[in-house]
Nanobody
Framework: QVRVVESGGGLVPAGGSLRLSCSTS????????MGWYRQAPGKQREPVAS???????LYQGFAEGRFTISRDNARNKAYLQMNRLEPEDTAVYYC?????????WGQGTQVTVST
């Protein structure tokens, strides 16, 4: 069974940075595309960034230039470096791994950006 666990969330002032981590087990991360979504209170879950096989990355507009997604296949980990955070970035951030028959999700990590 594939397990996905996020960590690294917390409270940060506007303009600050956080680095989220995504640890996976039960599969080799190198064989799959993966990425991050987020869900703010009262809003739908939305994509943030993804990284595909071959390390091609894709960012949503709000993340472009501020967030960086990366992966360490040897450690079965992925990361989301978030800089110049804004209060609008406050959300639960979810990591996912695209498996052949399903998508494996983590439980999420809370990011709160204060004004």
């Amino acid at each position: 069974q594939v397990r996905v666990v996020e960590s690294g969330g917390g409270l940060v002032p506007a303009g600050g940075s956080l680095r989220l981590s995504c640890s996976t087990s039960g599969t080799s991360l190198s064989a799959h595309s993966m990425g991050w979504y987020r869900q703010a209170p009262g809003k739908q879950r939305e994509p943030v960034a993804s990284i595909r096989l071959g390390n091609n990355t894709l960012y949503q507009g709000f993340a472009e230039g501020r967030f960086t997604i990366s992966r360490d296949n040897a450690r079965n980990k992925a990361y989301l470096q978030m800089n110049r955070l804004e209060p609008e970035d406050t959300a639960v951030y979810y990591c996912y791994v695209s498996l052949p028959a399903e998508t494996a999700w983590g439980q999420g990590t809370q990011v709160t950006v204060s004004t």
